[in-house]
């Protein structure tokens, strides 16, 4: 069975920094693309960033400059480091694979439980 954990998140004044990963386990050969989602409480989630296995990133405009996406792919990990926190990057983040490739098959848009990160002003 294939899991994304979700950690790094917490509690971080405005103007702070927090480093958030995305570990994949179990049995994989290899993962497409993997991207940060967004939720905040009454809003819809929302594509923050993304990154191809062969490093091509894209970010949302709201965390451009702010925000990094890397991977290691001997890992299977997705990180995301958000400098600059804003009040507004308050949400729950959750990471999100498109292919998960096993030597079962392919997993399609598979999702971690998500970590929250709350910016106080």
């Known amino acids: 069975q294939v899991q994304l954990v979700e950690s790094g998140g917490g509690l971080v004044q ?3 920094s927090l480093r958030l990963s995305c570990a994949a386990s179990g049995s994989i050969s290899s993962i497409n693309d993997m991207y940060w989602y967004r939720q905040a409480p009454g809003k819809q989630r929302g594509l ?7 490093g091509t990133t894209n970010y949302a405009d709201s965390v451009k400059g702010r925000f990094t996406i890397s991977r290691d792919n001997a890992k299977n990990t997705v990180y995301l480091q958000m400098n600059s926190l804003k009040p507004e990057d308050t949400a729950v983040y959750y990471c999100n694979a498109d292919k998960v490739f096993t030597p079962s098959g392919v997993i399609f848009n598979h999702w971690g439980q998500g970590t929250q990160v709350t910016v106080s002003s």
Do not use: K, L, N
């Not at 923050?48 to 062969?54: C, F, K, L, N």
């Open 48 to 54: 923050v960033a993304g990154i191809t296995r062969g």
């Open 14 to 16: 405005a103007g702070g």
